[in-house]
């Protein structure tokens, strides 16, 4: 490739900017590969030094990303909206590659909308700004399936809204929140806009232990935020008597009467583990959080939210200074799908095929010997010898995985990060698979997977 400009300052500096004005113009665009920096250094007559410091000044600056032997590429713009914790999780994704970073569900399994537009009045809802934020109707549906009796139900825009707007109301600047390690990296995100410091909780095969968390009460935690079914990133769903457990836990603690616990059951009807709660011991206490994303579409931003009336109506007097109410167009469609047989057997069909494919997945790596416990939803943790040698290896065969660290109380990426996971240095011990969009060839991806978990290095191995 030859670079279609003039170069009068061959200085770094000048250099760097030719560069940096091609991108800006669009004449190099985002994934275009540049000469090489001998190359260029030929053409005009410096030094490879020269050019090698024009290029890491583009590196700094996010014009230009590395890729080792592969060269040097225009980097896409960075998308400021996204934490450096979520960026990290997969990085760039090349096409063709089988991405199974995402954590998101697949497409083919989600209930048809067609059906539920089609019975529903598609004529705006004038209704008045103070009425009840969910409808009536879909209010009974979700009381009747709720885990445990709940003093107030409402209506947001996803789970992450609901769990944002709880901790909003029961967080302080400076308190501290017991949290998953490894978790959701959002929620990492969430405290540490608010202010607050996470506490790291540890898990095993049924969530959190017990006894983690009675240390991480004893520093008096506003907060714990827990994942009772199919955890991200474990896929660990809590038995019912790990959660008296947990309830026991917060009763006997010093001040645990004051702790509000929030519940993220995210990926509830496409888990195979029964609802639990520890609503059923404290009652009031517990916010319960029940997203439809993943087992009915991620674009209806609809998720229920219930528990304590003092808790629940702080929520929704913040959002009717906001949002006000989720859309009651879309309440009516989640209802349709929530009682119609149809959408019904689908989201039925589609637990149990993310369950084929986890247990796929998972059997062809215990064959190859690396132990996996069992994992409910669609994703599982991966154990591996170094992150950075195994995102290298898979993204040779072809496969995008999510990075572990992010994942990681205390474990993001800092400030000087490379959002790549497959540059992060370091072994990190696991990655994220989203095992629910294997729909085939299974026992080929964890031949790939088993293949990149002994992984050490930074070169693929053969």
Avoid: C
Avoid at 157 to 180: N, P
Avoid at 321 to 338: C, F, K, N, Y
């Amino acid at each position: 490739m030859h670079l279609p400009a003039a170069f009068p300052d061959r200085s770094p500096q000048g250099i760097a900017g030719v560069i940096a004005r091609l991108v800006n113009e669009g004449v190099l665009a985002p994934g275009d590969r540049l000469p090489t920096v001998r190359e260029i250094a030929a053409d005009l007559g410096v030094s490879p030094a020269t050019v090698s410091a024009a290029w890491q000044a583009l590196s700094r600056a996010g014009v230009l990303v590395s890729r080792g032997r592969a060269g040097s590429f225009v980097q896409a713009p960075q998308r400021d909206w996204l934490t450096r914790r979520v960026r990290g999780m997969s990085g760039q994704v090349e096409r063709g590659t089988l991405d199974l970073s995402t954590g998101t569900p697949d497409p083919g399994l989600l209930p048809a909308l067609g059906r539920a537009f089609a019975r529903v009045s598609l004529r705006a809802d004038a209704g008045r700004y103070g009425d009840l934020p969910v409808l009536p109707d879909l209010a009974e549906v979700l009381e009747d399936s709720w885990p445990s009796p709940a003093e107030m139900i409402t209506v947001v825009d996803g789970a992450l809204d609901g769990i944002s707007r709880v901790l909003e109301q029961v967080v302080r600047f400076g308190d501290r929140v017991a949290v998953e390690s490894p978790g959701f990296p959002y929620f990492f995100d969430l405290l540490d806009a608010l202010g607050a410091e996470a506490v790291p909780l540890e898990l095993d095969e049924e969530g959190v232990l017990p006894a983690s968390l009675s240390r991480a009460l004893a520093r008096h935690p506003s907060a714990v935020i827990l994942q009772p079914r199919a955890q991200n990133p474990t896929g660990a769903s809590m038995s019912a008597h790990r959660a008296q457990q947990l309830a026991g836990a917060v009763r006997a603690a010093r001040d645990g009467d004051r702790v509000v616990v929030i519940e993220d059951d995210h990926s509830g009807m496409i888990a195979m583990a029964p609802a639990v709660t520890l609503a059923h011991w404290l009652p009031d206490q517990v916010v319960h959080v029940r997203s439809f994303s993943k087992s009915h579409g991620p674009d209806l931003r609809i998720a229920a939210l219930g528990g304590p009336a003092r808790v629940v109506e702080r929520v929704i007097a913040r959002r009717m200074l906001g949002p006000g109410w989720t859309s009651r167009l879309l309440q009516a469609v989640l209802l349709d799908m929530l009682t119609d047989a149809d959408s019904i057997a689908e989201v039925r069909a589609a637990r149990l095929a993310y369950r084929d494919r986890q247990e796929a997945v998972a059997a062809g790596l215990r064959r190859r010997g690396v132990a996996i416990p069992a994992s409910d939803g669609i994703n599982l943790w991966l154990p591996v010898a170094d992150e950075r040698a195994a995102h290298v290896r898979l993204a040779a065969a072809g496969i995008a995985v999510a990075g572990g660290a992010p994942f990681l109380a205390g474990g993001s990426p800092g400030d000087d990060a490379e959002p790549d996971p497959a540059t992060r240095p370091g072994p990190a011990g696991f990655v994220r698979v989203t095992a629910g969009l294997v729909a085939q060839g299974a026992s080929g991806v964890a031949a790939e997977l088993a293949t990149a978990a002994r992984a050490t290095g930074s070169r693929p191995s053969g």
